[in-house]
């Protein structure tokens, strides 16, 4: 069977309230999970769970069929940019395509190596990220993305992941959907028959960006130059909540790391104290399932929460990236829920978090000291640079054997 395929699951209404966090290892029947085997089970439920509640099913995986460009010397000399569109053949030839820009370092591309990838889902166009005249502006970019070139350069700092041996891959969250709540031009449309979930549980824009995160996965694992089992997912905001949505639900993704995902992200719903489920769904009511919404008020009915996306990345690494002044993303929360996930890790024979968690800059990453679970925090409020960008690959170093 289908590990998705949807079993009835209550209405919110007959969801029963309760006062605790759902416990990961206890399926909502059966006994407790105390093997390996007896997780694969409750991992599906999760699974299931999340997206008839809150994000919502996403359609099977598709066919397809990629067209690719190369130019070296991009970035001063610095990288190969190896352009890709990732199109659909099974969809109308009206429905959108994504285009992924990969940077690999010039020393991997031309020797012919690989290197291990960052993944960052961008939302102002992959012109945006990088600073390039070669990089191809879309026409969604030009529609929905920033007017100049490298205004988030310092944002993604792409030199930065080059120069530490790593390659960089991006693409536009507007490609696949625009973010924009009428649903209207991204290709959830294209998909409306196929969804295997009951009505109101259709996935929104979360969900969706995930989904074109893993397109990008499909499209990664078959180029020269890019270990596969070596990609990183990543993305800042909303776009940290699709990375973590991302890496939770496939594990071909090697290494998972939200950054500043808050609600909907890492953080719990539950006790939030900062964006509640009323304020993410009010606001930006496209970006879940229906469901979601219906939680409002009533949380406590919740029968997943943050840290039951957050332990389906287990036994993979997951490092969880906050500001300690970035208060509406709340990172005492998503540690809240790092370590309400940890006996996952555990149970699947990873070391889980360390015990003085949150590690702050200028701590030394190394096996010792990070574990599997990782949180991270800058004294900063809401953004992604250098200093963010480092920690991810000093946590990626440590499990990719690189420190
Ligand atoms: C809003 C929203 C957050 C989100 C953020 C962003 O602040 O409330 O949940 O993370 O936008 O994506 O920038």
């Keep these: 069977m289908d590990e998705d395929a949807p079993r009835a699951l209550p209405a919110v209404s007959r969801l029963e309230p309760r006062d605790e966090l759902p416990d990961p290892l206890e399926p909502l029947d ?31 995986a598709p066919d397809i069929e990629t067209e690719t460009e190369r130019t070296a010397g991009v970035l ?8 890709t569109e990732i199109g659909f053949p099974d969809l109308p030839a009206d429905a959108p395509s994504i285009t992924l820009a990969l940077y690999l370092p010039t020393e991997v591309a031309d020797a012919d190596e690989s290197a291990p990838v960052l993944l960052g889902l961008n939302w102002g166009g992959n012109h945006a990220a990088v600073a390039d005249e070669a990089v191809t502006i879309t026409d969604r970019a030009r529609e929905y993305g920033a007017d100049e070139r490298g205004v988030a350069s310092d944002y993604w700092c792409v030199d930065r992941v080059l120069s530490r041996g790593y390659g960089f891959a991006t693409y536009h969250l507007a490609d696949v959907d625009p973010d924009n709540p009428d649903r209207a031009d ?26 074109g995160l893993q397109r990008c996965v499909d499209a990664l694992r078959e180029r020269d130059g890019v270990r596969s089992d070596e990609i990183a997912v990543t ?87 906050e500001g300690a002044r970035d208060y509406w993303a709340n990172p005492g929360r998503a540690l809240d829920a790092l370590r309400a996930a940890e006996p996952v890790w555990e149970l699947l024979g990873e070391d889980g978090a360390a015990d003085d968690l949150p590690l702050h800059e200028g701590d030394e990453m190394s096996e010792e ?7 991270f925090r800058r004294e900063t409020e809401h953004t992604l640079d250098a200093g963010y960008v480092d920690a991810i690959l000093d946590f990626a170093d440590v499990h990719f054997d690189r420190a």
């Design 30 to 60: 059966g006994d407790r999970v105390r093997t390996a085997e007896d997780w694969r089970e409750r991992r599906r439920e999760l699974r299931r769970l999340l997206r008839h509640y809150v994000y919502g099913y996403a359609p099977e």
């Design 76 to 83: 001063d000399g610095a990288a190969t940019l190896v352009e």
């Design 186 to 211: 991204g290709i959830r449309p294209y998909f409306d028959d196929e969804l295997p979930g009951p009505p109101g549980t259709e996935w929104g824009s979360l969900a969706a960006w995930a989904w």
């Design 235 to 321: 993305g800042h905001s909303r776009c940290g909540k699709a990375a973590l949505l991302a890496g939770a639900t496939d594990e071909r993704i090697g290494l998972v790391a939200p950054h500043q995902s808050g609600t909907g992200g890492t953080a719990l719903s539950r006790d939030n104290g900062q964006e509640s489920v009323g304020d993410i769904t009010g606001t930006f009511p496209h970006w879940f399932a229906d469901t979601f919404s219906a939680f409002h008020g009533q949380v406590d009915r919740l029968p997943v929460d943050a840290h039951c996306l957050a332990a389906l990345v287990a036994p993979r690494p997951l490092i969880d990236t």
């Design 369 to 375: 000291t990070v574990g599997a679970v990782c949180q």
